[in-house]
């Protein structure tokens, strides 16, 4: 069963950055392909970012485009585990969000499996 868990939310000013980790484990994790979504108040759950398995590549939302950043940290082949990044920079208020971590390896962007969400609150 994989487990996702997100840390490194909080509240900053706008024109900061933040920096969101989640770390991913669990026996399959290493086939996942991993990403973020975020939902605001009020709004629906939107995509901001996803990294493909196979390629590396990364996918973002036109919006945060130029301004976030996600990366992956795998562990070794004998460990079972991953490290996702969200690198936030030039914040705004409009980023104020849930953000959730998510993996799979049957859809895109990925959502088979979802973290609990961790607070961004940008204050302008």
């Known amino acids: 069963q994989v487990q996702l868990e997100e840390s490194g939310g909080g509240l900053v000013q706008a024109g900061r950055s933040l920096r969101l980790s989640c770390t991913a484990s669990?026996?399959?994790?290493?086939?996942?392909?991993m990403g973020w979504f975020r939902q605001a108040p009020g709004k629906e759950r939107e995509f901001v970012a996803a990294?493909?398995?196979?390629?590396?590549?990364?996918?973002?939302?036109?919006?945060v485009k130029g301004r976030f950043t996600i990366s992956r940290d795998s562990a070794s082949v004998y460990l079972l585990g991953d490290t996702v990044y969200l690198q936030m920079t030039d914040l705004k208020p409009e980023d104020t969000a849930v953000y959730y971590c998510?993996?799979?390896?049957?859809?895109?962007?990925?959502?088979?499996?979802w973290g609990q969400g961790t607070q961004v609150t940008v204050s302008s």
């Open positions: 669990g026996r399959t994790v290493s086939s996942y392909s």
């Open positions: 998510t993996g799979g390896s049957s859809t895109w962007p990925p959502q088979n499996n």
């Open positions: 990294i493909r398995r196979s390629t590396n590549r990364a996918y973002y939302a036109d919006s």
